[in-house]
């Protein structure tokens, strides 16, 4: 039977090929991502490894952060000078460990300003001497007014120039840090290690009985920087002064609560024993009136499914995915098999026998039986159903060829459905 117009024309033998798609091909087509991801994936390790020594293990200045820009190292000095050190992460906690203590020096650090002016002007009532890091503009405003910022400094080096003990004995600081400003003359305020420009890096205000000391810079205290210069001389001497420290690092627990009520505070008290109460009754009833469940029930497994219900469903999904090339493929797949077992082939003979001997035994050419079984590909499901019926007349023709002279007429050839073979 001659192809009709709707057919393709026929692929040369050389360039046969399967339409699944194999492994190889399914990583040639992916192989942008997977590069891609194990690209990124080296980038996070080396990121990580490359930062991950200066990574913070903790708050800036914390107690217990060994990290660069902890506290940890001048903490556990003054531990080992009989200094008893408090962490504290509340100002109620730091208010309670400073009346316990009585005679304490009291360290904050409000690196995010979670502090109010209020809770700042609280701060400095709680204890005779307290060390302030870094104060921002609310704490300047509420601890030393007069004090303003004074930028980073440009001295090449820094001495301490003033009567303050500690300073006096910390001698020089390390230049390039942040100061603070003070007008020359300021009543009950003393500056020292001075920059330029009236600006200091450590100002100390006496009141009364009580000693406020601002350090503008946070890497006097920092573990990375406390063994330069006489970092550790003025950070042990501040803070070691009395038998206990309080250090006191606020948090967002610190941050008065704000915005509407909860749906918690605005319940009646009553609502939640209620709700308790009928899911209490509620599972009751479901244990008293639920039935139990009856026997399992066996099964034979595996379950068998019949050869036409697994072609019919797979015949379905190729039309939803007007995959025809797969249907007619498996069709192809089917008929060579067979008419390899009628004309005396085995099963793994090649294809290009199987063409061969197809092709002498229904006296067709070569290039016809290749063209029906691999070479064309239809281009509509019209074209599909007539390609079908040509597998199927060859096939039948194959039939009739290999049966032995004499042998009973052959049956008729069935009609042609177009569907795959089981």
Request: hydrophobic residues 45%.
């Amino acid at each position: 039977m001659s192809a009709g117009p709707a057919l393709a024309p026929a692929r040369p033998a050389s360039r046969d090929r399967s339409s699944t798609p194999t492994i190889r091909a399914a990583l040639r087509r992916s192989s942008f991502w997977i590069v891609a991801g194990v690209g990124a994936l080296l980038v996070s390790v080396i990121a990580f490894v490359v930062t991950g020594s200066g990574t913070a293990a903790g708050p800036r200045l914390g107690a217990d952060n060994p990290a660069p820009i902890g506290g940890m190292a001048v903490v556990e000095v003054l531990r080992q000078q009989g200094v008893t050190v408090l962490p504290v992460d509340t100002l109620d906690e730091a208010a309670a460990a400073t009346d316990a203590a009585g005679n304490a020096t009291l360290f904050v650090s409000d690196e995010s300003g979670y502090l109010s002016t209020d809770q700042l002007g609280r701060l400095g009532t709680l204890a005779p001497r307290l060390v302030v890091v870094d104060p921002d503009f609310r704490a300047l405003q509420a601890l030393a007014p007069e004090v303003g910022f004074g930028g980073i400094s440009t001295a090449d080096s820094l001495s301490a120039e003033c009567s303050v003990p500690a300073a006096e004995r910390a001698e020089t600081l390390a230049p390039g840090g942040k100061t603070l400003g003070l007008p020359q003359g300021t009543a009950g305020y003393t500056g020292c290690f001075p920059s330029d420009d009236q600006t200091y890096s450590v100002i100390e205000r006496v009141v009364d009985d009580k000693t406020i000391t601002l350090v503008a810079d946070t890497a006097v205290f920092a573990n990375d920087e406390i063994a330069t210069y006489g970092n550790a001389a003025l950070a042990l001497n501040l803070l070691g002064s009395t038998d206990t420290l309080v250090w006191y690092l606020p948090t967002l627990a610190d941050v008065p609560a704000t915005g509407p009520p909860s749906l918690g505070a605005l319940t009646p008290g009553w609502v939640t024993p209620a709700l308790l109460l009928l899911m209490g009754v509620a599972i009751a009833a479901m244990v008293w009136r639920g039935r139990r469940f009856g026997p399992l029930v066996a099964e034979n497994l595996p379950v068998v499914v019949r050869a036409s219900e697994t072609m019919e469903g797979r015949a379905r999904l190729y039309a939803r995915g007007s995959a025809r090339l797969r249907a007619i493929d498996a069709i192809r797949i089917g008929a060579v098999t067979r008419m390899a077992q009628t004309v005396g082939l085995s099963r793994t003979a090649p294809l290009d026998q199987v063409i061969r001997t197809v092709a002498a035994l229904t006296s067709r050419s070569p290039e016809r039986v290749h063209a029906i079984l691999v070479g064309d590909v239809p281009g509509g499901d019209a074209a599909m159903m007539e390609l079908s019926d040509a597998i199927d007349e060859l096939e039948h023709a194959t039939v009739l060829a290999a049966r032995p002279p004499g042998a009973g007429p052959s049956p008729a050839a069935p009609p042609s459905t177009g569907r795959m073979e089981p």
